[in-house]
T-cell receptor, first 111, second 114 residues
């Protein structure tokens, strides 16, 4: 079983809609979760981090964590064509251990 | 630029040559991580270093690959006798080392093996 799983997509949403990206993890020792955005040919860029159950909002982005279900999600409100990218979910077990990444979900926002 | 600096951005080598990839962490960060990304794949952990110490190298192939983070200067990922399968993007990330602090990535080195 893969440690962090994401649907590879592509996920297509119209401009202005809400994009919902999901991620599940298998290691219950995972404590911190991160969403990175990666444009084609570029490096991963941190957009959200979440450490406790519930929702965390930052601008158009909302991260949700449910540790009982081992589920993390990212909502992007008012999606823009510039949001089109691959979104990587990553889990961290302890403070300084390596991140475990999912393969990423490719999002396409259609103008 | 206070971000993670990697060089070169692109590196072309012939089979059998050596590749050296360099990474300078963000100012104030003492923890460095190397990841490899193959086309259409996620990021795979290779090695985690602090100054003068390798903390975890469980993701790095036992042969041909080595990494260091000397007291002075950047972290180096070294690949000896490169093969076509080494072609990938190699990303370095750094963190300050405090609990739960996220890792920030450099722009990566795209390695191509002819």
């Amino acid at each position: 079983q893969k440690e962090v799983e994401q649907n590879s997509g592509p996920l297509s949403v119209p401009e202005g809609a809400i994009a919902s990206l999901n991620c599940t993890y298998s290691d219950r020792g995972s404590q911190s979760f991160f969403w990175y955005r990666q444009y084609s040919g570029k490096s991963p860029e941190l957009i959200m981090s979440i450490y406790s159950n519930g929702d965390k909002e930052d601008g158009r982005f909302t991260a949700q964590l449910n540790k009982a279900s081992q589920y993390v999600s990212l909502l992007i409100r008012d999606s823009q064509p510039s949001d089109s990218a691959t979104y990587l979910c990553a889990a961290l077990k302890e403070g300084n251990t390596p991140l475990v990444f999912g393969k990423g979900t490719r999002l396409s926002v259609i103008a | 630029n206070a971000g993670v600096m990697q060089n070169p951005r692109h590196l072309v080598r012939r089979r059998g040559q050596e590749a050296r990839l360099r990474c300078s962490p963000m100012k104030g960060h003492s923890h460095v991580y190397w990841y490899r990304q193959l086309p259409e794949e996620g990021l795979k952990f290779m090695v985690y270093l602090q100054k003068e110490n390798i903390i975890d190298e469980s993701g790095m192939p036992k042969e041909r690959f080595s990494a260091e983070f000397p007291k002075e200067g950047p972290s180096i990922l070294r690949i000896q006798q490169v093969v076509r399968g080494d072609s990938a993007a190699y990303f370095c990330a750094s963190s300050p080392g405090q609990f739960n602090q996220p890792q920030h990535f450099g722009d990566g080195t795209r390695l191509s093996i002819l």
